[in-house]
């Protein structure tokens, strides 16, 4: 059983995102977001070159802004598991 919770306490323990990590995360959304703006644009529009452009310029502005919330995110505690202090002992037998 204690294995078992030791495993888990592992896989919970998270590694801070890097920087360049939610970067690349912001541009492959993007361009998954950016095709579905692009299809949706064109067929309210019927104009390719109109999509284009509005896809075109979605993608920039929204890997901004998903950087900046990703960052934001990672530095908040919300629905996290705490980790006891490494200095105090467990008691785990």
Not at 5 to 16: K, Q
Not at 39 to 61: H, N, P, Y
């Amino acid at each position: 059983m204690l294995y078992l919770r030791d495993r888990l306490n592992y896989c919970l323990r998270r590694m801070p995102d890097k920087h360049y990590r939610s970067l690349v995360k912001a541009v492959s959304w993007r361009l998954t977001g950016s095709m579905d703006t692009l299809l949706i644009s064109f067929l309210i529009t019927g104009q390719l070159r109109w999509a284009l452009t509005i896809s075109g310029v979605e993608l920039f502005t929204k890997v901004g802004l998903y950087y900046v919330h990703e960052r934001v995110w990672e530095n908040l505690s919300f629905g996290r598991v705490k980790q006891p202090p490494k200095d105090r002992p467990t008691f785990d037998i």
